[in-house]
């Protein structure tokens, strides 16, 4: 049958169509952000501050104009209420920060391989994060923020850290002049209140080094070591690089309120092939038969400058990720409304 | 099993499984390489899409007189077999209260909420009922670094403000938007708010803030009883 004699087939109608967009402008319409205020936040971040639709949405949430909202869930909820613990506002904060890099995006180490501007990057972004969220909660006049989830990513040098938490206010005590950041979650809050147990503050241990390797490495990955060995040299580092992560996470902690202790420890480490470029000037090793600028001994092998003078050799990254809750203990028992209130009245 | 016997403690019985979907064509707009910028062609796309679904959702629950829908679940799936299209699909159970009282929103629709038959239990015995499934969502193009911004940052540790400042408008347009959402439904509060970061297809520097949560309001004083507290000895992972 030719195309023009069948029949139409059921399908919508421009009746449907139609009653389809009607019901569409019934919805929200949204209207984006202008250029002026776009330029307004970013002045205001660069002042350390946070832009003004985080700033009216808190005032406009704490007081009463909009519902306030809250990360946590219904058990959550119920928990905080048993505690007389009140969800005031969801608070956010983010930062991307970058770490140096040369021309060709790839970061600088120091003279040990610890690319320590990568490991300021991640304390930057985290602490920057972590202040802009304090300001919200601040401005919601909160003892404290429950449930915060943090989310790192890293593309190449440039660290992003965001969280999000629910501010909340503890009734009939005075709040503190910094507020307490958990990122533990309301039901294990209220646990940790239960046996006199206060979170404090997030913490980070972070550490990356880079292990440039030659020959005696090497060697025993080669398909012709058939014995069953250790690599102890990549093991030292290892383990050096998670004692500089844990260092740096208690240093973090000290930072802020009294901490007595970590809980919720996540780890996370990650090693990965890579290559170190060494020039001439470069500390990294010595300089091989005699002569300086010819090139570098490293780990028993030799690796010459080539004629930009620089070096390039095999290495792994050794990356060390820790986070938790800094704890502090207060009280025996279960904690007491004064108890609370005398740390807080403590931390002015 | 459980949650089929809490939403029945609660007051309410099963009615049926509702679903409404929508399958939408996602408009084009063109965004500018080194500019932060809200894709709203894109962002009202995928608002009017998972409303439409909802929509149709509800009227289902309609056909069935009930009060209202628990155990939303909002998908979308972007089609492999058409350029632009997504697939929207919002699915729950309708209940309907056993005592004959009213659950409905002021619009005279049937509540929606995404929570669990254990939750909801536990947030009806809290004094609280849901009101509504509120959401928002900001599809956000963030700037890209043009060559001579990249050459000035050359050796140095800084912010990159113009990305936080991004990613700030679009999340913050997002809630806001949600939160304006259960204020025109007279709601007290939103529970178990989530916020979903995604990039679906459209590219790294394109993403949407999908802000989602159950409004709530107190409708009674709590009924539940102060909890004991029991630390199980197996770990459940947390």
Known sequence: ?348 | MNEFVLVDEAGFEPLGLVMGSSIYHIGYQQSAWSKNQEMTVLSQAMYNARELAMSRMEEEADALKADGIIGVRLEVRLAEWGQHLAEFIAIGTAVRSKDGTSHRTIKNKPFTSDLSGQDFWTLMKTGYRPVSLVMGTCVYHIAHQGMMAALRQVGQNQEMTIYTQGLYDARELAMERMQQEAAELQAEGIVGVNLNESSHQWGSHVIEFFAVGTAVKRFQESQLASPSLVLPLNDSGR
């Open chain 1, 1 to 348: 049958m030719p195309w023009f004699r069948r029949q139409k087939p059921d399908g919508a109608t421009s009746e449907d169509i139609e009653k389809s967009r009607a019901l569409q402008r019934t919805f929200q319409q949204y209207r984006a952000e202008t250029e002026e205020q776009m330029a307004r936040d970013r002045e205001a971040l660069e002042r350390g501050g946070i832009p003004d639709a985080a700033e009216q949405r808190v005032k406009n949430t704490v007081s009463g104009k909009l519902p306030w909202m809250s990360t946590l869930d219904i058990p959550d909820l119920y928990l905080a209420d048993e505690i007389r613990m009140t969800p005031l506002v969801q608070v956010t904060g983010s930062c991307f920060y970058q770490s140096a890099s040369d021309y060709n995006g790839r970061i600088y180490l120091d003279s040990n391989y610890d690319a320590a501007n990568l490991v300021y990057a991640y304390y930057r972004a985290k602490n920057d994060a972590v202040d802009r969220m304090r300001q919200e909660a601040l401005l919601a006049g909160a003892h404290a923020i429950v449930d915060a989830q943090f989310k790192f990513s890293r593309q190449q040098h440039l660290i992003e850290c965001s969280v999000i938490g629910t501010a909340v206010r503890f009734e009939g005590v005075k709040a503190p002049a910094v507020p307490l950041v958990s990122p533990l979650s309301g039901e294990e809050f209220y646990k940790m209140l239960q046996v006199g147990w206060i979170p404090v503050s997030y913490c980070l241990g972070y550490h990356w080094h880079c292990m440039p390797v030659g020959f005696n490495t090497r060697s025993i990955q080669s398909v012709w070591n058939f014995q069953n060995q250790e690599l102890t040299s990549m093991v030292d580092r290892f383990q050096d690089t998670r004692r500089h992560a844990l260092q740096q996470m208690v240093s973090d902690a000290r930072g802020g309120p009294r901490v007595d202790g970590f809980v919720g420890v996540a780890i996370r480490t990650e090693i990965e092939e890579t290559e170190i470029r060494m020039s001439g000037g470069y500390r990294g090793g010595y300089a091989g038969f005699g002569m300086m600028g010819n090139g570098v001994t490293i780990d028993g092998a030799f690796y010459p400058y080539n004629a930009e003078g620089v070096a390039e050799v095999p290495a792994y990254n050794l990356e060390f990720f820790a986070t938790g809750a800094g704890v502090a203990r207060i009280g025996p028992g279960r904690l007491t409304k004064d108890a609370l209130s005398s740390y807080l009245s403590a931390l002015h």
